[in-house]
């Protein structure tokens, strides 16, 4: 199998996009040679005829400084699917392929009362600037009681226009943080071409009291501290609401992974608490919860301390989706349609880089 010359390929588990697609080209003529299971798969300026079990796997290479690095060859990478090697036919370049963004923008009164919440519009909006380029879109869906998208899918002027005039809340306001990342998954996987990437920046504390899982217990659990502090004891009760909660907690994260998984995205957070998060039981769970959504999907949940630092990590975020690999591979799994297949990339020969990928996917019916 050769090879496939160009990087924008449809990765095996993507579901067909919703919106309007450019131009196509014509189909191909048949090949004398080919191979069974193929499909087309249309590049804006050639067609090509590769199989349908191509996976591909954007992936993040950094050095011990946090700085993207740049010139690896197929052969630094091993990846393995499902504990099986599997041989990378190619290396995709990352900046050739168009960028979907869903720009997640908390708030919440949790978030919104901070002294440099205009601060954070600017930094996002110059972060879509920056970013993005013309063949490239973003999409703004604001956090709070539940997801609203201010924004669909558009250029960075537009986008960023929106998202600098989101107003911040004046009075309390709950976060439904899960639901809105599993609905900027699903309105990815709807709305951008299978052949994008995809990527969800979530600007947000990430403490969610108001998702469809969590939000009745969280009420419980409030209720039983109070009836707790007026007994002068009744600690039980408060225990037990506690550890449903958690549970509640663990099981929708899991779901929001699965989703995210299964749009081809990879997640980003950036909480604008700083460490002062740490100090708080709830707001460490929070930072925790992002930071495992992030992990299984290749991302990172940053924690910046300041608002520079907040300025220098959408740089970062900016300097590693410009240089992701693209790596290429053939699946030769008859997994039936949705089943989970793992993967795990890694550099034997650079131990002293760290690579970031998803760690699966929903493979698709063949």
């Known amino acids: 199998m050769q090879p496939v010359r160009v990087p924008k390929l449809a990765p095996s588990g993507a579901q067909p996009s919703q919106s309007p697609q450019p131009q196509q080209t014509p189909a191909p003529k048949p090949q004398p040679s080919a191979q069974p299971n193929h499909e087309a798969v249309v590049d804006d300026d050639e067609v090509l005829t590769v199989n349908s079990n191509l996976v591909v796997v954007p992936a993040s290479v950094t050095d011990a400084g946090g700085a993207p690095v740049q010139g690896l060859k197929a052969e630094d990478f091993q990846l393995e699917e499902e504990g099986r090697a599997q041989k990378i036919a190619a290396v995709g370049d990352a900046e050739q392929v ?75 306001e709950p976060t439904a943080f899960y639901d809105t990342v599993s609905y900027a998954a699903k309105y990815l996987n709807d709305n951008s071409p299978s052949r994008h990437r995809r990527v969800i920046v979530a600007i947000t504390d990430g403490d969610d009291n108001f998702s469809n899982a969590v939000r009745e217990q969280t009420v419980a659990e409030y209720e039983a501290e109070q009836k707790a502090e007026a007994a002068g004891g009744a600690q039980g009760a408060r225990a037990a609401a506690r550890r449903d909660l958690e549970a509640r907690h663990r099981r929708a994260v899991a779901s929001v992974e699965r989703e995210v998984q299964r749009a081809d995205a ?18 460490t769970r929070a930072q925790n919860n992002m930071a495992q959504i992030a992990d299984s999907t290749g991302g990172t949940a940053y924690l910046p301390s300041s608002a520079s630092d907040l300025e220098t990590v959408f740089r970062q975020v900016a300097s590693e989706l410009r240089a992701q690999y693209l790596l290429q591979y053939y699946s030769s799994s008859d997994a039936p349609a949705g089943k989970f297949l793992s993967i795990k990339v890694t550099l034997p020969k650079r131990p002293e880089l760290k690579v970031r990928a998803r760690r699966g996917y929903y493979s698709k019916k063949r």
């Open 266 to 283: 990879v997640f980003y957070s950036i909480n604008p608490g700083g460490a002062s998060v740490r100090l708080n039981e709830i707001s």
């Open 98 to 172: 168009p960028l979907d963004i869903a720009i997640l923008f908390d708030v919440s009164s949790s978030v919104s009362q901070k002294n440099f919440y205009e601060f954070e519009e600017q930094a996002a909006a110059r972060f879509l600037k920056d970013v993005l380029k013309p063949t490239d879109r973003a999409a703004v869906v604001t956090i709070t009681r539940e997801p609203r998208l201010v924004q669909s899918l558009a250029g960075a002027e537009t986008a960023a226009a929106k998202l600098t005039a989101i107003p911040a809340a004046t009075s309390a």
